[in-house]
């Protein structure tokens, strides 16, 4: 996982070109709750994510806000969030660890939307990701059939440090000791993207 809080997003599949450029219908984006349909997500995480998120997007906008959610095809889901208070904001007043949280809720909550995958398990260090992601009701107990989550957060940006950044995440995963299929996403918060590519088996 890198962050970085000073860069943005736009784009589709690796290097920003679409697969497909059919926009799905709105919807809204799953960001509250996850713990209740992430296995591997418990209520506590899932809550630190979701707060961490709501101050990402408020540095920059109003709820609610239209996120761009691009995985060979692009996907429009509206997020909803509280305005944090300001005894959240002093618990939150690292940047870059808040960048990082909020990104790891809002590119979850992209992948169930778009892909209709889920996280089932924290990823172990040098395996090139953060999660492992499986289909929601699916038994991976032993994870062989998942694919990992590799996510990074970017707070502002231009698009091509943000193409950049998807180059290097695939090349991340691309070289963990996993030889599972990964995707890499990359979450732009102030133009509320989430940037996905698909990496395939190393």
């Not at 509206?78 to 007043?93: C, D, I, K, S």
């Not at 909550?109 to 040098?126: K, P």
Request: hydrophobic share 40%.
């Amino acid at each position: 996982m890198k962050t970085d809080t000073h860069c943005c997003i736009t784009g589709c599949n690796m290097y920003g070109k679409s697969n497909n450029s059919r926009v799905s219908p709105h919807q809204e984006l799953p960001l509250h709750e996850l713990e209740k349909r992430h296995p591997g997500v418990t209520a506590a995480i899932a809550s630190t994510f979701c707060e961490a998120a709501a101050i990402c997007l408020q540095r920059h906008h109003s709820a609610p806000a239209n996120i761009s959610i691009k995985h060979n095809h692009e996907l429009i889901a509206t997020a909803n969030w509280e305005e944090p208070n300001e005894p959240t904001l002093r618990a939150w007043a690292n940047e870059i660890d808040t960048t990082e949280a909020g990104a790891y809720g809002l590119a979850l909550a992209a992948v169930e939307v778009s892909d209709g995958l889920v996280a089932y398990a924290r990823a172990e260090t040098c395996t090139g990701a953060d999660y492992y992601l499986g289909e929601a009701g699916a038994d991976l107990d032993d994870l062989e059939n998942s694919h990992r989550l590799e996510v990074s957060g970017i707070s502002l940006a231009d698009e091509a440090k943000i193409n950049e950044r998807l180059r290097r995440k695939v090349a991340q995963a691309k070289a963990g000791s996993s030889n599972l299929p990964a995707i890499a996403a990359v979450v732009g918060f102030s133009n509320k993207t989430v940037l996905m590519a698909d990496v395939g088996e190393p």
